[in-house]
């Protein structure tokens, strides 16, 4: 998906129905009967060759109290805040009303980018309300029949250059991961942050555990709202600035909560940005609240973050009100080793987001982390290490066949990942595979950071192999004749 549309627009200008049609389903309710849609529906739209998220939005009022539609409105709003392209609906039988004209002033000063669509526009009944939405400022109106699918090539003309626009910077922003090595260049410097590619850093967990506090804390001023209310943050922020000299991109995402207790379409929005945040972060920091550490979202997260393939820091904050830190500290390894197996050795630091304390350690942690994601290892040193395991633990036979392991190398980095060159690869039990990695852990000093291993039948290389064999009688005349000279 490379962008985002929300439509809005008065109640009754035909949102959802152009909604069903970009996403091919009857997924929103269509009546005649207006405010008939009350909360947000995302849903995969396709229109030609785009891909895209498109989401339904309730009806604009100009109500701004607590009343269900005020509470509509408000959750409207946060809409346009998150998306990045706003299709801005008129009724072009109706003609631009007043509440149009208010709207419209909302969406300049609110939304990136708003296209404007004069939707009921089939017939000549329509044509003066099409030339009236001009008066609105917000370019040239479209003239779509959602009901009857016209109009829609002029909606692709529009958005295509924007798509291209989006695409290009997911592109830059996108951080380098599974880069390729040369098999045989031993040399491979770490690349550092510079303000054209600053560090990548995405903070992640669960509502008030403190995300947006320890931002602030790190960009050194109160630049995002916090307060005692879990679920402030509503869409992924990302920060430009320098943390203790070092160039950094930092993401502030939605609290995830567990996926039950998520009903509001709104929050469904909030989370799945927050997922493509870590898909856009180097370095993971997965933020725990020291009250209630390690609940089943944590781990989630956590995991999603090593799936990835991000470099990972668990975080716990709120550090100051704790009173036994000694026994509350060693609860907290003794849980990360036996619910993280597959983060073992990643960087767990207390910290208060309020005060500052342990704000150098964490900075410390995230840069060394980012060190060990590019880790590079030689060959040499990896196949000298691959005997060492052999003899120490030679690798099972699986009905009868002898598993052997001839050479192993790094293939990629960011996060590490080696190849390994066997017999009967399919035949490789998981057990021994994590034995291999837990080795490469220890022993090349490459704590909590994912690792990737894939391992490779290769044939043996006999140079006679697949050639014909002389004739019998051919052989025979020829050695005959050798015998006479």
Not at 303 to 322: P, S, T
Request: glycine share 8%; proline share 6%; with cysteine.
């Amino acid at each position: 998906m490379s962008f985002t549309l929300a439509i809005v627009g008065r109640p009754n200008v035909g949102k959802s129905t152009l909604f069903n049609r970009l996403v091919g389903k009857r997924l929103a309710l269509v009546d005649d009967q207006p405010g008939v849609t009350r909360d947000l529906r995302e849903g995969a739209a396709r229109l030609a060759d785009l891909r895209f998220t498109v989401v339904d939005t309730a009806g604009l009022e100009e109500v701004t109290d607590d009343s269900l539609q005020g509470r509509m409105r408000r959750l409207t709003e946060r809409a346009v805040d998150m998306c990045d392209i706003c299709l801005f609906m008129v009724d072009a039988r109706t003609g631009i009303t007043p509440s149009d004209l208010v709207f419209a002033d909302i969406l300049r000063k609110r939304s990136k980018q708003v296209i404007l669509a004069a939707n009921k526009a089939e017939g000549r009944a329509a044509e003066a309300g099409v030339m009236e939405a001009y008066s609105l400022g917000l370019g040239d109106p479209i003239s779509l029949s959602a009901e009857h699918g016209e109009g829609l090539t002029d909606l692709y003309n529009v958005l295509m250059p924007l798509a291209d626009a989006f695409a290009e910077k997911a592109q830059d922003d996108a951080p380098e991961t599974d880069v390729d090595l040369d098999e045989d260049g031993d040399e491979f410097a770490v690349p550092q942050p510079t303000n054209a590619k600053p560090l990548q850093v995405a903070v992640v967990g669960r509502p008030n555990a403190g995300k947006s506090t320890l931002i602030n804390q790190i960009v050194g001023e109160d630049r995002l709202l916090t307060g005692p209310e879990a679920g402030i943050t509503r869409d992924a922020i990302s920060l430009r600035t320098e943390w203790q000299g070092v160039p950094m991109r930092i993401f502030d995402t939605a609290g995830m909560r567990k996926k039950a207790k998520v009903q509001e379409k709104l929050e469904k929005l909030s989370v799945s940005d927050g997922l493509r945040a870590v898909k856009f972060a180097e370095v993971v920091i997965v933020l725990l609240d020291a009250e209630i550490p390690f609940e089943q979202q944590d781990l989630r997260i956590a995991d999603l973050a090593e799936r990835e393939g991000r470099a990972v820091v668990v975080a716990v904050n709120k550090w100051d009100i704790e009173e036994d830190r000694q026994a509350k500290l060693k609860d907290l390894k003794e849980s990360f080793e036996r619910l993280l197996p597959q983060l073992r050795g990643a960087p767990l630091i207390t910290v208060s987001a309020k005060t500052g304390r342990g704000m150098d350690r964490l900075h410390d942690a995230v840069m060394r982390a980012y060190e060990v994601w590019n880790r590079r290892v030689t060959t040499a040193q990896l196949n000298r290490w691959l005997t060492g395991m052999l003899e120490q633990h030679p690798p099972p036979a699986p009905q009868g066949k002898r598993i052997k392991l001839r050479y192993m190398t790094q293939a990629k980095t960011r996060p590490p990942g080696f190849v390994v060159m066997c017999s009967h690869p399919d035949k490789v039990p998981d057990s021994y595979n994590r034995y291999l990695v837990n080795g490469l852990r220890l022993d090349f000093d490459m704590p909590g950071t994912p690792i990737r291993l894939w391992m490779r039948g290769q044939n043996d290389a006999n140079p006679y192999k697949g050639r014909k064999k002389a004739a019998p009688s051919k052989l025979r005349k020829h050695t005959q004749g050798r015998r006479k000279d």
